[in-house]
């Protein structure tokens, strides 16, 4: 049964709530139960709350009525008075309590009725976010709570789609004007204040005419000088007025650039790439067959326009150094234009996939051999060749290692060149890659101290089985399955014999493999079986039956999914929103459990 009070969930025999307190009314068969059983001391009555040693209940039941008694029992009633404030406090004071019940639901028939026969008012209504739905009527907009209630009337042209709001305050627009309330419809950006669009930025914060506004939509100075304004790099941005470049700072002064560039990028590490006798050509928005050099934040040029970009695929500084081309080879040069790097390196061995900059101290280059094959290796901030450039590829070294390639087969290398993981495998496996084009580009080879491959002839794809190993070789998940994916390695999503299922990263199987698709959404897991979804926790429990036709998650801003204690879904092309027991609330109807479930 539930308390009156706090509406948590008791024991049915309890005779006050064990955590508010107050005490629970009785039925009329308890009432009778009671009458016979008077005896019954307090003690009895809260048999889950130790208040005192055996010998001092049985004193108790004793009831002799003399003084010393009644002194102890006085006592004993301060003491669970005393107890109960104080857990009463800890629960309601605590925040991690308070955040825990928010998630809890008090739901009950009648509640589901209300939500339902409310629904049959509106025309659309979105997820919930923050205990608050937004609901279309006559074409306004408006909001309801989880019981229905409209708390913030419709008189909206248009709400922030909810799947992507990661604030408490909404956007809204009436009569044409724009402006932000909060959950009780109070204005915070009053409409018309602004006459340009308020859009919210992917951080949460809002933009309005270049201006950047918190979420409360107050504009803070401290903003743009946290680079947050889109039109300043490095604290620099870039005009070009009267056909001259501008440089202004964040406090609006202003260099104007003398030189006659035909282009001037963004700034980057206190530098910023600068061309002259550009040609400008319909085909590109870059002037093009110019050469390049570098301005520093004064204006001043502090390299020389003598260098050339394949492509005009301008390379920015990182770590001090920056990789140009100079006849038809390229190198690294410092910021005097001091050459770091020789240029020996292959220029039509480049490509525009791969990231050539400087990190952690090194970078890749790639040199043709004398067969005039193009072979990669690894430099160092001081031009030292740290890895000959004997590998077929070399990816992005992350956590200390890196994937090679030799002669088709693929291993991992460590930040010294030795090789810890010999290549024997016929892929690693970044994410859905596909063939070698899509390797390492973007997904480092090792996370978090594990990396999938593939081992067998992928030419062959029914030879092929994905396993995951660590950095010293061992196996932590086998070489049997037929799919791994993860973008984490916190977990494995493994397919075999056409089903997936769900390994932690140890390789123990938390999900069972019944799923047709499991896929990740935010910190859950979305979960498929003839083409109707479900939902995983993070531990692989399934927390939602596979019977509805979509499930509607929302992001929070640090991109984890916020699990309202209704959900919005989709069943049998019907829209409305499952409750934490598994009913389905809809415009005028309420499906029990037993009436979603379909045959597995």
């Known amino acids: 049964m539930f308390c009156d009070n706090c509406r948590l969930q008791i024991d049915d025999d309890s005779r006050f709530c064990e955590y508010c307190g107050v005490g629970v009314a009785l039925s009329a068969p308890q009432q009778e139960a009671a009458k016979v059983n008077q005896t019954v001391s307090c003690q009895q009555a809260h048999t889950n709350r130790p208040l005192s040693s055996a010998s001092f209940t049985a004193n108790i039941r004793n009831q002799s009525g003399n003084k010393t008694q009644k002194v102890v029992l006085i006592a004993a009633a301060a003491l669970f008075a005393v107890i109960i404030m104080a857990t009463a406090a800890f629960y309601f004071f605590n925040p991690g309590f308070k955040e825990s019940i928010q998630n809890i639901s008090f739901f009950k028939g009648d509640d589901r009725k209300k939500l339902s026969k409310a629904l049959l008012k509106y025309d659309e209504f979105t997820t919930f976010s923050e205990g608050l739905a937004g609901v279309k009527k006559n074409d306004k907009w408006g909001f309801i709570n989880q019981t229905g209630n409209e708390v913030i009337p419709c008189v909206y042209d248009e709400i922030e ?34 006459e340009e669009r308020i859009d919210r930025m992917y951080n949460g914060l809002l933009s309005v005419g270049g201006r950047i506004l918190d979420e409360n939509g107050k504009e803070n100075p401290d903003f743009q000088v946290n680079n947050y304004d889109v039109r300043f790099h490095d604290g620099i941005n870039i005009i070009k007025s009267s056909g001259k470049f501008v440089l202004e700072n964040k406090e609006g002064q202003e260099i104007v650039l003398q030189k006659p560039y035909s282009a001037v990028l963004n700034f980057s590490d206190g530098m910023a790439a600068v061309q002259m006798n550009g040609v400008v050509s319909e085909s590109s928005s870059m002037p093009e067959k110019g050469t390049w050099g570098f301005i520093d934040k004064t204006g001043k040029e502090a390299i020389p326009c003598i260098y050339t970009f394949q492509y005009n695929n301008v390379r920015d500084f990182r770590e001090g150094l920056v990789q140009v081309m100079k006849n038809g080879k390229y190198g690294y040069i410092d910021k005097t234009g001091k050459t770091i790097v020789p240029f020996k390196y ?211 801003l640090n991109n984890t999914a916020n699990i309202n204690v209704l959900i919005k879904a989709k069943w049998n092309n019907i829209t409305g929103y499952i409750d934490e027991q598994g009913y389905f609330i809809s415009a005028g109807a309420v499906y029990s459990p037993s009436d979603l479930v379909v045959d597995r």
């Not at 789609?161 to 044409?176: P, Q």
């Not at 890196?402 to 930040?415: D, P, Q, R, T």
Request: glycine share 10%; hydrophobic share 35%.
């Open 161 to 194: 789609n909810s799947d992507f709001i990661m604030s408490v305050n909404v956007i809204v627009r009436k009569n044409g004007k724009y402006g932000l309330i909060n959950q009780t419809g109070k204005e915070l950006i009053p409409f018309g204040k602004y």
């Open 346 to 556: 292959s220029v039509d061995c480049l490509n525009g996939m791969d990231d050539f900059n400087f990190s952690d101290g090194f970078a890749r280059v790639i040199m043709k051999n004398k067969g005039g094959v193009c072979k990669w290796g690894l430099v160092d901030n001081k031009g030292k060749e740290a890895i000959p450039c004997i590998y077929d590829y070399i990816g992005p070294f992350s956590e200390g290692f890196a994937a090679v390639e030799i002669h088709g087969k693929y291993g991992i290398i460590n930040i010294d060149g030795k090789i810890v993981i010999p290549a024997n495998y016929c892929k690693i496996i970044p994410q859905h890659a596909a063939d070698r084009q899509d390797f390492y580009r973007m997904i480092p080879s090792f996370r978090n101290g594990l990396v999938k491959l593939i081992l067998g002839n992928c030419k062959n794809n029914d030879e092929c089985k994905y396993g995951v190993i660590d950095q010293s070789n061992n196996v932590v998940i086998p070489f049997i399955y037929d799919y791994i994916y993860s973008d984490t390695n916190d977990y494995f999503i493994c397919g075999k014999n056409n089903k997936q299922g769900l390994l932690d990263n140890t390789g123990k199987e938390i999900s069972p493999f019944i799923y047709d698709h499991i896929y990740p959404k935010y910190n859950y897991f979305v979960c498929e079986i003839n083409h109707k979804q479900g939902l995983l926790d993070n531990t692989g429990k399934e927390i939602i039956t596979p019977v509805f036709d979509e499930i509607y998650i929302k992001q929070n």
